[in-house]
């Protein structure tokens, strides 16, 4: 199956969010330099997206197995059990962002940009899900990703990557070492159709994360 791909994506950026986001109100001096960065920022986004329907075809106790391909997690299992295919997706900032991004200096407006950077690449990961569910008429998807959990360790990145067969390099997205990936500013997983009102957040303890949308439950 082929890969799809969202490039030039009208986004709607809250400016209000991204004040609640960072914590502070219109009347903070700091305010002056959110807008300026909001603006600047609007101007050159361009953020990509890109995901493929992947047929399952075994599940085992802890893995799933596409081709030649097995992801090892017990959760994953548990969620993708009683469906047939997947969607790994990547949702990215785009070049012309990073590279924008690499010439902030001052360490307060690389703060800031990072979150408003991290709300376009959450805008678009929720764009692709739309699509997901619309064009494969799912009523209710959620998404999982390596690293976020102990179950699904973070080096299972570049199996989850091979799917794609080089198709992520149409937008711009490469791997570099330690598991990261460029455009650095980029989210990256599966999404599925959820038969269990399943959230990712409630198992992922990471702290202060701005895009979290449910408490962590251990
Ligand atoms: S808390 Fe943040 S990093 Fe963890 S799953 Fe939720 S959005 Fe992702």
Same mark, same amino acid.
């Given at each position: 199956m082929k890969s799809i791909i969202i490039n030039n994506a009208e986004?709607?950026? !809250?400016l209000n /969010?991204?004040?609640?986001k960072i914590k502070i109100n219109?009347?903070?001096p700091i305010d002056k330099d959110l807008i300026?960065?909001?603006? !600047?920022?609007? /101007?050159i986004a361009n953020p990509k997206g890109i995901y493929i329907p992947i047929v399952i075809d075994d599940i085992g106790e802890n893995y799933i197995k596409t081709k030649n391909i097995i992801l090892n997690s017990r959760i994953l299992r548990e969620n993708l059990k009683n469906t047939k295919k997947f969607f790994p997706y990547i949702a990215t900032i785009g070049s012309e962002?990073?590279?924008w991004y690499q010439n902030i200096e001052v360490v307060s407006e690389q703060y800031i940009s990072n979150i408003i950077l991290q709300e376009i690449c959450y805008i678009m990961k929720d764009m692709l899900i739309k699509n997901i569910k619309n064009n494969y008429d799912i009523n209710s998807a959620s998404s999982m990703s390596p690293g976020t959990l102990k179950d699904w360790k973070l080096s299972e990145r570049d199996k989850l990557l091979q799917l794609f067969k080089g198709d992520e390099k149409r937008i711009g997205v490469k791997t570099?070492?330690?598991n990261l990936i460029s455009p650095i500013i980029s989210?990256?997983?599966?999404v599925f159709e959820d038969l269990n009102d399943y959230n990712n957040c409630r198992l992922c303890p990471k702290e202060n994360c701005p895009n979290r949308s449910a408490d962590f439950e251990g």
């Open positions: 986004i709607e950026l !809250d /969010k991204i004040r609640r219109k009347n903070d300026k960065l909001f603006n !600047d920022i609007k /101007k962002l990073e590279e570099l070492n330690d989210v990256y997983g599966i």
